[in-house]
């Protein structure tokens, strides 16, 4: 242990007075270039689905049938992007109804909706 340690010590004290030169040459640091800059992503406003007498709409997904917020007692074609989540949002106003849907269908596996599939929205 003693050794080590005194070896230890005059390790320190060869570097200490450069007695380990890297015989590597010198690099130069190059500086980075500044960030390039990032153009802000333009996002379309929400604007409601607008809805007839009945309480139908042509739907944001092309003509597919759905109900305005609120509606409810209808039918939703099941367009290609949709989840059960995305359908209680437009139908609802919030995605967290997504239950009342699959309540609604039985047999309804969310995993394997097929587009055109039509669903019961209670």
Excluded: H
């Excluded at 990032?38 to 996002?43: K, L, N, R, S």
């Excluded at 309480?55 to 939703?76: D, Q, R």
């Excluded at 699959?102 to 055109?116: H, Q, T």
């Amino acid at each position: 242990m003693r050794g080590r340690l005194a070896w230890t010590i005059v390790g320190l004290a060869a570097v200490a007075m450069g007695g380990c030169k890297s015989k590597q040459p010198k690099q130069e640091v190059t500086e980075l270039p500044p960030p390039a800059a990032v153009e802000p992503v333009p996002v379309e406003p929400y604007v409601p689905v607008a809805t007839d007498a009945g309480g139908v709409s042509s739907g944001p997904f092309g003509g597919a049938p759905t109900l305005g917020f609120g509606g409810g007692g209808g039918e939703y074609i099941v367009q290609r992007g949709d989840t059960l989540w995305s359908i209680s949002q437009a139908q609802y106003g919030t995605g967290q109804r997504w239950r009342d849907i699959v309540n609604a269908n039985p047999g309804l596996v969310p995993e394997r909706m097929a587009v055109g599939q039509k669903l019961r929205i209670p």
